[in-house]
C-alpha cells in the first residue's frame, strides 16, 4: 500500500462515518508514537482541503520519568514544525492511582480523558482525534471476549464517542500498525516508543505480545475477523441502543437526585434492552462503565421484576447507589439522607399553627364548638378532630420512633407504625420524616394523611374540640 492509498482510506472513512464536519476545529491527542504521529500527520495533510483548524495535545503521565518527558518534548517540537498550536498537561498519576483499585492503566486513562477535555476547551472545541487502529481494535476485542463481554462490548473501539464532554473521533480503526509504520517510514516522521508497551504486567500487553500474535499465527485472517465482528456487532449495537433510549425517555425522568423510573415498565421490557437501558442511564449519571459489572446489572435486573422485597439498595460505586421504591426505581449519586429526629410541642388550649421543615410540611389547630359529628371522620385524611377535655393542654409534633405503635380507630388492639408504613406502601425514605400526633406520655393520637387512634374521640359528650389540620408538600 503507498502514502497516497492510506491518506485515500481514512479520508473516505472520514467521509463514509460522517466523522468530521468541514472547518471543524480539531484537537489531535499524540503521544509521540507512530500511531499518533501518523495521525497527525495525515490530519494535517488533509486539513487545508476540509479548512480544519488544527492542535496538538500532549498528555505526560509522568510514569516513565525522563523517558516521559523526552516524549513531551518531541511532540511540542513536532507541532512547532507543523506550525500547529500546542497544548500539554503532566499528571501524577501514582497520587489517584489508590482511587481506581490501584489499577495504575484505570487511573492513567481517567485523568487521560479529563486533561484532553481541558485541552478541547482551551483550544475552543470538543472534538478530540485519537490514533486507535485496526490492530487495536482487535486485541479490544479478544481482550473483552475472553472477560466474557455482552454483545454490545463486542462492538470494540467506536469510530465516534461522545464521552466525558468530547467527541472521541478514531480515524484510524481500518489501517493496521504496520500500515501506520510504514506511512512513517515513508514520509520520513520520527516517532517514539513507549516501553511500558512490552511489559507483561499488563493484560493488554500479553493480548498483543503473545495472544494475538498466536492466534495469527495458526489462523489467517484473525484480527480482520475480530474487526469485522466489532463492525457488525456495534451496527447492531447501535439499533438496540436506539430502542433502549426510546424506553429510557417513556420510562423514567431526571429528578434533582438522579434519574427515576417505573418499575413495572422497566420489567415489562425485554432483558437484553433492561441492560441497555441501565447502561444509558449510568451513563448519564457519569459512571465508568468499567465500573459497573454484569453481576451489578443483573441484581438491578432481578430488584426491579422480582415480587420481593419492596425496598432495596444497592452500592453501585463509591458515589452511585440504586434503589427500588415499591414500584418506582432509582439511580441516584447521593447517599440516602439520615433523617433528623425532630419534636415540636404545641398548645392546644388555644389556637395556633407551625412549620415542620423536616416534613416540608404545616400545620394548624384551632379550638371550636361540636358540629357535624360526620365531620370527625370525614374524607380529609389530612384533618382530624379530637375532644378537647380528653387531650390535656399539649400535644407534640414528632416524626417516629422505634416501636411507635397506634390504636387505629375502628380496630382492635394496636399496630406498628413501621408496618403500617410498608403495608400502605410509604417510601422508606419518607418513613422517618413522617409526622406524628402524640401526648407527651406517647400514646399515638395520629398519623397525618394515613391513620387516627380511637382516642380523644368526638362524640355526644365532647364540650370544646381541637381541629387540627396538616398541609404541604409532603402530603401531596
Request: neutral net charge; aromatic residues 6%.
Amino acid at each position: 500500500m503507498r502514502g497516497a492509498d492510506i491518506i485515500r482510506q481514512v479520508e473516505d472513512t472520514i467521509l463514509e462515518r460522517k466523522l468530521f464536519e468541514e472547518g471543524e476545529r480539531i484537537v489531535a491527542a499524540v503521544s509521540g508514537g507512530p500511531d499518533s504521529v501518523a495521525l497527525l500527520h495525515l490530519l494535517h495533510r488533509l486539513a487545508g482541503r476540509w479548512r480544519w483548524t488544527l492542535s496538538v495535545a500532549h498528555v505526560n503521565h509522568g510514569l516513565r520519568g525522563q523517558e516521559s518527558d523526552e516524549e513531551e518534548q518531541f511532540v511540542k517540537d513536532l507541532a512547532a514544525r507543523l506550525g500547529l498550536p500546542f497544548w500539554s498537561a503532566r499528571l501524577n498519576v501514582k497520587e489517584v492511582t489508590a482511587e481506581h483499585g490501584n489499577n495504575v492503566q484505570a487511573a492513567a486513562r481517567a485523568l487521560r480523558y479529563e486533561a484532553l477535555r481541558k485541552a478541547a476547551e482551551a483550544l475552543q472545541t470538543t472534538t478530540v482525534a485519537l490514533g486507535h487502529h485496526a490492530d487495536d481494535q482487535a486485541e479490544t476485542v479478544l481482550m473483552r471476549i475472553v472477560r466474557g463481554t455482552g454483545p454490545g462490548g463486542l462492538a470494540g473501539i467506536r469510530f465516534v464517542r461522545h464521552a466525558y464532554g468530547m467527541k472521541l473521533v478514531r480515524p484510524l480503526l481500518r489501517i493496521t500498525k504496520s500500515e501506520l509504520e510504514f506511512y512513517c517510514e515513508l514520509f520520513g516522521l520520527q516517532f517514539r516508543r513507549d516501553s511500558s508497551n512490552e511489559s507483561r504486567k499488563y493484560f493488554r500487553n500479553v493480548v498483543r505480545l503473545d495472544l494475538l500474535p498466536y492466534l495469527m499465527k495458526h489462523r489467517d485472517g484473525v484480527r480482520e475477523a475480530l474487526s469485522r465482528l466489532a463492525q457488525i456487532s456495534a451496527d447492531e449495537s447501535d439499533l438496540l441502543d436506539a430502542e433502549a433510549e426510546a424506553l429510557v425517555r417513556s420510562l423514567t425522568e431526571k429528578t434533582d437526585r438522579g434519574v427515576k423510573g417505573d418499575r413495572i415498565g422497566i420489567a415489562n421490557v425485554h432483558p437484553a434492552l433492561q441492560r441497555r437501558m441501565f447502561k444509558i442511564i449510568l451513563s448519564c449519571l457519569a459512571a465508568d462503565d468499567s465500573s459497573i459489572d454484569f453481576s451489578k446489572l443483573e441484581r438491578m435486573r432481578e430488584a426491579i421484576v422480582a415480587s420481593s422485597p419492596s425496598n432495596m439498595e444497592l452500592r453501585l460505586t463509591d458515589k452511585l447507589y440504586f434503589r427500588r421504591i415499591y414500584d418506582a426505581v432509582e439511580w441516584t449519586t447521593r447517599e440516602k439522607p439520615e433523617a433528623p429526629s425532630y419534636v415540636r410541642q404545641i398548645d392546644v388550649t388555644k389556637n395556633g399553627g407551625l412549620h415542620v421543615p423536616e416534613a416540608n410540611a404545616s400545620l394548624e389547630w384551632m379550638l371550636a364548638e361540636p358540629s357535624d359529628p360526620d365531620e370527625v371522620y370525614g374524607n380529609d385524611s389530612c384533618v382530624a378532630l379530637f375532644d378537647a377535655d380528653r387531650l390535656g393542654g399539649e400535644l407534640l409534633v414528632r416524626n417516629r420512633r422505634p416501636g411507635d405503635r397506634i390504636e387505629p380507630y375502628g380496630l382492635k388492639g394496636s399496630k406498628k407504625v413501621k408496618d403500617m408504613f410498608i403495608d400502605l406502601k410509604i417510601a422508606p425514605e419518607r418513613r422517618d420524616k413522617w409526622p406524628l400526633i402524640a401526648t407527651p406520655d406517647g400514646t399515638l393520637l395520629w398519623v397525618p394523611g394515613l391513620r387516627r387512634s380511637r382516642h380523644a374521640l368526638v362524640d355526644e359528650r365532647s364540650g370544646k374540640i381541637v381541629r387540627i389540620r396538616f398541609s404541604g408538600d409532603f402530603f401531596a
